[in-house]
């Protein structure tokens, strides 16, 4: 049994940018459910998309100060006493840093609580699910990170489409190079040459960096250490989650092909490769003739094995993870968001983004106190 119901709502996407069917759609969710336990379960705010000068703590308040709904529904809810609780992803890591909590509170009430990966009230287990995806995962769930070692989705919206506003782009598992080039000369017209040129600005540093982090053996080290208190505190075997957190060892930024291949850099320089060894070609250039035989052939190959080769993994990625969870941990729910698609299988709900809703409803998991659990929406 519960203390509490808990009432989970995942990826609002709160911005200064304020968008009010969003902050108006949550203050009456909070208001509906006084008597719930009220879980934020990750990217509650866009702080990805600050420059890594802005202090967070600065960015949070701000985005609060935008959507003043927002911001009274969540103070009146802590000041009744009913419990509100902020889990981290990896758009909001910064949420967990001593300075931001304390902003936090400050505006909300002290009894806000927030945690850095997951949540576990009974068997029902909560957390965002960037983990488990590569492109988005920290070097360590327990560790804050710093602007150099920060995962490629997030490093890449903070770096590209933010100060591009190439907003377009903000899905990138769902955009191929020859779909993501029509895009931007359809969206931008005449700045598309300027975008793209900083996409693949971007996307070089990016590819240089990968595992050549400074700092990244120090977050893996502060962050093992601090599993086996979180254990105790939860009353979880601790090797149950260091084996769950041994998914950020398969972070794409800390592998430089990866990055690489996960950008189309490949696929890029190949059609550079083909374009140019053709021009040599017509030209009469034997040695042409074979690049360009390569580069196609390269191409060829790369897209028989799908044009978009990461379409479809995240979510089956996160049902994978979740399966892990209940044998690891023995949850009997595992309540996960980050992928902004709802999802519904026996012990494994998803109810995708509130803020982007996939499908039009606004959907939250709601877990009565003998643990039954449902997707509910607005």
């Known amino acids: 049994m519960l203390e509490r119901p808990l009432c989970i709502v995942g990826d609002v996407h709160l911005a200064e940018a304020a968008r009010e069917p969003v902050g ?12 719930h336990e009220l879980v934020l379960n990750g990217d509650t705010f866009d702080l990805s998309t600050d420059p890594p000068s802005r202090a967070p703590e600065e960015s949070v308040v701000s985005i609060l100060t935008s959507h003043p709904k927002v911001h009274d529904a969540l103070t009146a809810h802590v000041a009744r006493g009913a419990p509100l609780t902020l889990v981290a992803g990896n758009h909001d890591a910064a949420i967990a840093r001593p300075a931001v909590i304390e902003a936090l509170r400050a505006r909300l009430g002290v009894g806000l609580g927030v945690v850095p990966w997951l949540l576990r009230r009974g068997s029902v287990h909560v957390e965002h699910g960037h983990l488990y995806d590569p492109d988005n995962a920290p070097t360590h769930p327990l560790s804050p990170w710093s602007f150099e070692t920060e995962p490629l989705g997030v490093a890449l919206t903070r770096r590209f489409v ?24 359809r969206v931008y017209g005449l700045r598309a040459p300027l975008t793209v040129i900083r996409y693949y600005a971007t996307a070089a540093a990016l590819t240089v960096a990968a595992g050549r982090q400074p700092g990244v053996a120090e977050e893996r080290a502060a962050g093992a250490k601090a599993v086996s208190a979180l254990a105790r505190e939860l009353s979880l075997d601790a090797d149950a989650l260091r084996a769950l957190a041994l998914a950020s060892t398969n972070a794409t930024h800390h592998r430089r092909g990866a990055t690489f291949q996960r950008l189309y850099l490949d696929r890029s320089l190949a059609t550079v490769c083909l374009a140019g060894s053709l021009a040599a070609a017509l030209l009469g250039s034997p040695a042409g003739a074979g690049m360009a035989a390569l580069a196609a052939s390269y191409l060829g190959f790369s897209i028989s094995r799908g044009t978009n080769r ?3 993994m995240l979510e089956q990625r996160l049902a994978d993870a979740a399966a892990r969870i209940r044998e690891l941990t023995q949850a009997t729910l595992v309540v996960l968001g980050h992928s902004h698609r709802t999802l519904s299988q ?3 709900l998803n109810p995708g983004s509130f803020g982007f809703p996939d499908g039009g409803a606004r959907r939250f998991v709601l877990v009565e106190r003998d643990g039954s659990a449902r997707l509910g929406e607005l």
């Open 24 to 35: 108006s759609a949550l203050a009456a969710l909070v208001a509906n459910h006084p008597e």
């Open 162 to 185: 933010a100060p591009s506003g190439a907003w377009e782009f903000s899905h990138g598992d769902e955009t191929t190079p020859l779909d993501g080039l029509l895009r931007t000369f």
């Open 346 to 348: 026996a012990g494994h």
């Open 310 to 312: 990461y379409g479809g």
